[in-house]
Structures are given as C-alpha cells and as structure tokens.
C-alpha cells in the first residue's frame, strides 16, 4: 500500500561541529510529524492513518498527527562551491498504521519495528540564493533506489475486515518500503544560520488493482543552524 499527500512538519538544529580549511560539516536533529489521515493515490479509494505504537486504536479513533525524527549531517567543500553533500535518517520508530481500502479492499493493519529511511546525495548549491536543492525522481516500479531501509524485524500485515483484506495484506508484503524518489528544497539566510524549504518522498509501486504513486510532501521544513 502507497500513501498519497503525507503532510509533515520538520525541525532541523544543525550545529557545525568542524571547519577545516573551506570545508563546513552541520549536524543536524531533525523532528516533525505526519498529518493525519491521508488519501492514496490508486485505483481502489484508500485512506491511511499512522499510530505510535501504543495507541488504543478503534474505528472511531481520532486522526491525529504522528511524530518522529532523524539526524542529518550537510557539507559545504568550497573546492566543489556548486554542490552540498549530504546524508540523513528518517525514523519513525515503532509504529502502525490503518489502511481502509473501501469493500474491494478492506481495513488492514500494518506494524513497523524501528523503521527508518536513510537517505543520501549529491544537491545543488546555488550560491547567489544560499538554495539547496536535491532531486531524485522515480523510474521504475518497486526498485527502492532511493532509500534504504533498517527496522529491527520485517513489518507485517493483519486483517482486521473485509472480503479483499487478505489480498491487500498479501500486496502490501510485495511491495518495496523503500522509497523510489525524493526531492529536497532548502534556502538559506546569508549567515547559514536559519533556513526554510520542502521535503517530498516518493513511492511508485505495485501492480494491477495495487498500482500506485504516493507523494508524501513536507512543505514547512525549518532549520537552525549553530556555529561553533
């Protein structure tokens, strides 16, 4: 199962722990939280809530917004003044979520054991704007190249009603968690030392009735950045 629009708030506090030479390395703790629930984007109307963990979870159970957090290291090399590495984690922790795929489909839960995305690149650097900007677009179907994954087990699927649970459990099983695209959008002060922009992830998976593009979209990432 794919999820389509996953709004987030993000929380970056870089501090820069090195300069050697021309070279900045900022460590970043990032915190945010998904807006709930979300639409997927397929041929069978879905919606798709997240829970912590430990939540009580009913059919009447509010949608409420699901926090998490990553780490996320930035470096600027002014030998290469067009571009900022870059490296950074996704984790969600341990998590559910509901998917609700109407009569054809059915309600299925989904567990997750300390997942979390790590992702990497090569962005842009524009130094007129102090923009950062990294794209990675999807190409094909399931191949996970743009993430990859840790948890601590394989997430696992349940149904909880409905005719079509089993199959979308089974869909669920064969399709990739990781992601197939992301884009990341920064711009930053003068003094590096506050910056606003967007996150968008990408999944493009399944087959058939299953097909799906997900975008999950951040459209308030803010960072602040301490120098040392």
Known sequence: MKVKKLLTGLFF??????IHGEIRVGHARISGSLEMPMAVDAIVKTEVTFYEENADWT????????????DWIFTWDS????????????????YFSITDAGPLGGVTRQSYYNFTHHLSGTAEWD??????????????????RASSIAQ????????????????????FNETSLELEGFVIKLK???S??????????????????????????????????RMK
């Open 13 to 18: 506090l870089i501090f820069i722990t090195s």
């Open 59 to 70: 059919e009447d159970s509010p949608a409420v917004p699901f926090p998490y957090k990553g």
């Open 79 to 94: 030998d290469s003044p067009g571009i900022v590495q870059f490296i950074g984690d996704l984790n969600f922790g341990n």
């Open 127 to 144: 130094t007129s704007t102090n923009t950062l900007f990294y794209e990675f677009l999807p190409v094909q179907r399931n191949d996970g």
């Open 152 to 171: 601590s087990k394989p997430a696992d699927c349940e149904k909880i009603k409905g005719l079509g649970a089993m199959k979308a459990c089974k869909a």
């Open 188 to 190: 930053f002060n003068k």
């Open 192 to 225: 590096l030392s506050m910056a606003k922009g967007e996150l968008l992830m990408i999944q493009y998976g399944g087959s058939g009735i299953t097909k799906s593009l997900a975008e999950a979209i951040s459209e308030d990432l803010i960072v602040e950045i």
